[in-house]
């Protein structure tokens, strides 16, 4: 069944009156006489039934519209069913460019435009004249919000007809993956930014209420990377640092903790995200698979001299390496043991028994997947002995041939010993 209709932001197709009547709330604003509007309303309750009146704007307009929406009076078409479907967004595609796309790339496409029909548009221009294969990959895989047509058109078309105070907040908040007042408000350094975001999803602005109480929202991703673009020119490094770290603290007193290190990371905060990082490790002893790849982002993404002032990060950094990498290749070897060996050299100055413990069961673990099973046990005693009896044991008091004859019995078989003490097969 073919759209009805495709125009842009805001429709709205109420059953009585007579006119077509576009207007723009923030001309209707400026103008001494009744808005537009006014004369929609009193042409609602004095026409006939059978005439009928189009309302097109770009934000939601002041009218009666609970009113007319509960007599059953109104229709509305709003930026859900503007969107273009992926049969529409393949079809555009396909008369607009040279070469067919990859499913792959569709689906980024999709994912990045969101049916946005000037996106689409936008993105056409940008290919006009590249016919080659790889120069449209090449375009498609640059194709973000900084790109020079998507970027003019923001700064031009929205930024630019928004009021300061809502141009600052865009901004300051641009780096937010999804944003709720609260949130905003810590970032802002003000207390309206309920209003704010209302009035922004009111007016159409690239934000998509998420639902929940109190509500979250996001900007459209292309928006987002553009804003982005606009507040490192225009507001700088220094602040932007400043509002991440404002959003990092938000996160931290609302136990978000991931989102906490997201922003210290951006930040480059390095030892905020690090504390955090062992907060949340703390709290979460064993992570599936899936957090185990986020947490050596996470972990990679610090510099090596605030990893070494964290003994615990070194200890899950080897552990999430041993689980996602090949645990039998040399190279895995080479990445964990180092870690390992300075928290375990540690732990012994501190005595911190327990802790030791684990990073000796980690390192066993390792050698044993490795192929050294007489390594692998010794570690394993070593992790096992009482408090205060490990450092004997590493001066080598027990006999090497025990320890071969043992790791020969020992070959089949085995577990995976994570921190936390919890042992997997």
Same mark, same amino acid.
């Given at each position: 069944?073919?759209?009805?209709?495709?125009?842009?932001?805001?429709?709205?197709?109420?059953?009585?009156?007579?006119?077509?009547?576009?207007?723009?709330?923030?001309?209707?604003?400026?103008?001494?006489?009744?808005?537009?509007?006014?004369?929609?309303?009193?042409?609602?309750?004095?026409?006939?039934?059978?005439?009928?009146?189009?309302?097109?704007?770009?934000?939601?307009?002041?009218?009666?519209?609970?009113?007319?929406?509960?007599?059953?009076?109104?229709?509305?078409?709003?930026?859900?069913?503007?969107?273009?479907?992926?049969?529409?967004?393949?079809?555009?595609?396909?008369?607009?460019?040279?070469?067919?796309?990859?499913?792959?790339?569709?689906?980024?496409?999709?994912?990045?435009?969101?049916?946005?029909?000037? $996106?689409?548009?936008? &993105?056409? #221009?940008? =290919?006009?004249?590249? %016919?080659?294969?790889? !120069?449209? /990959?090449? @375009?498609? +895989? *640059?194709?973000?919000?900084?790109?020079?047509?998507?970027?003019?058109?923001?700064?031009?078309?929205?930024?630019?007809?928004?009021?300061?105070?809502?141009?600052?907040?865009?901004?300051?908040?641009?780096?937010?993956?999804?944003?709720?007042?609260?949130?905003?408000?810590?970032?802002?350094?003000?207390?309206?930014?309920?209003?704010?975001?209302?009035?922004?999803?009111?007016?159409?602005?690239?934000?998509?209420?998420?639902?929940?109480?109190?509500?979250?929202?996001?900007?459209?991703?292309?928006?987002?990377?553009?804003?982005?673009?606009?507040?490192?020119?225009?507001? $700088?490094?220094?602040? &932007?640092? #400043?509002? =991440?770290?404002?959003? %990092?603290?938000?996160? !931290?007193? /609302?136990? @978000?903790? +991931? *989102?906490?290190?997201?922003?210290?990371?951006?930040?480059?905060?390095?030892?905020?995200?690090?504390?955090?990082?062992?907060?949340?490790?703390?709290?979460?002893?064993?992570?599936?698979?899936?957090?185990?790849?986020?947490?050596?982002?996470?972990?990679?993404?610090?510099?090596?001299?605030?990893?070494?002032?964290?003994?615990?990060?070194?200890?899950?950094?080897?552990?999430?390496?041993?689980?996602?990498?090949?645990?039998?290749?040399?190279?895995?070897?080479?990445?964990?043991?180092?870690?390992?060996?300075?928290?375990?050299?540690?732990?012994?100055?501190?005595?911190?028994?327990?802790?030791?413990?684990?990073?000796?069961?980690?390192?066993?673990?390792?050698?044993?997947?490795?192929?050294?099973?007489?390594?692998?046990?010794?570690?394993?005693?070593?992790?096992?002995?009482?408090?205060?009896?490990?450092?004997?044991?590493?001066?080598?008091?027990?006999?090497?041939?025990?320890?071969?004859?043992?790791?020969?019995?020992?070959?089949?078989?085995?577990?995976?010993?994570?921190?936390?003490?919890?042992?997997?097969?």
């Amino acid at each position: 069944m073919p759209r009805q209709i495709t125009v842009p932001p805001k429709l709205f197709v109420c059953s009585w009156p007579f006119c077509t009547h576009p207007f723009d709330e923030r001309l209707a604003r400026s103008q001494t006489h009744p808005p537009p509007h006014a004369d929609s309303a009193y042409a609602h309750n004095h026409l006939p039934p059978t005439f009928h009146l189009v309302i097109l704007s770009r934000s939601e307009p002041t009218l009666p519209l609970a009113r007319w929406r509960a007599r059953g009076d109104l229709q509305e078409i709003g930026i859900a069913e503007l969107r273009f479907s992926p049969e529409e967004v393949a079809s555009f595609l396909q008369q607009a460019l040279p070469v067919p796309l990859s499913t792959e790339q569709r689906h980024t496409l999709k994912a990045r435009l969101e049916g946005w029909p000037t $996106g689409l548009r936008l &993105l056409a #221009l940008a =290919l006009a004249g590249k %016919s080659e294969r790889q !120069e449209i /990959e090449q @375009m498609l +895989a *640059e194709f973000s919000g900084s790109h020079r047509y998507l970027l003019d058109y923001f700064a031009l078309e929205v930024l630019s007809s928004l009021p300061e105070a809502q141009q600052h907040f865009l901004l300051q908040t641009s780096l937010l993956g999804h944003v709720t007042a609260s949130l905003c408000d810590a970032v802002t350094g003000v207390r309206n930014s309920e209003q704010t975001l209302r009035e922004m999803e009111r007016s159409g602005l690239f934000l998509q209420a998420l639902g929940g109480e109190p509500p979250w929202y996001r900007y459209h991703a292309l928006f987002a990377e553009a804003l982005q673009a606009q507040a490192h020119k225009r507001l $700088g490094e220094e602040a &932007l640092r #400043l509002c =991440l770290n404002r959003a %990092s603290a938000w996160y !931290e007193q /609302e136990e @978000m903790f +991931a *989102e906490g290190i997201e922003a210290a990371l951006v930040a480059g905060t390095w030892e905020r995200a690090a504390t955090l990082m062992e907060r949340m490790l703390t709290i979460q002893n064993q992570p599936v698979i899936q957090e185990r790849v986020t947490q050596l982002r996470w972990l990679e993404t610090l510099p090596e001299q605030v990893l070494e002032a964290h003994l615990d990060l070194c200890v899950h950094y080897a552990t999430a390496l041993l689980f996602i990498l090949e645990r039998s290749s040399p190279a895995t070897m080479a990445l964990i043991e180092e870690p390992l060996k300075r928290a375990e050299r540690a732990y012994e100055r501190e005595g911190a028994w327990g802790k030791l413990g684990e990073a000796l069961s980690c390192h066993a673990e390792v050698a044993r997947w490795q192929g050294d099973f007489p390594l692998a046990l010794r570690l394993a005693r070593r992790a096992h002995a009482p408090a205060g009896a490990a450092d004997a044991l590493a001066r080598g008091q027990h006999s090497d041939r025990r320890d071969e004859r043992d790791a020969e019995r020992s070959t089949g078989g085995g577990s995976t010993v994570d921190p936390g003490g919890a042992a997997t097969r």
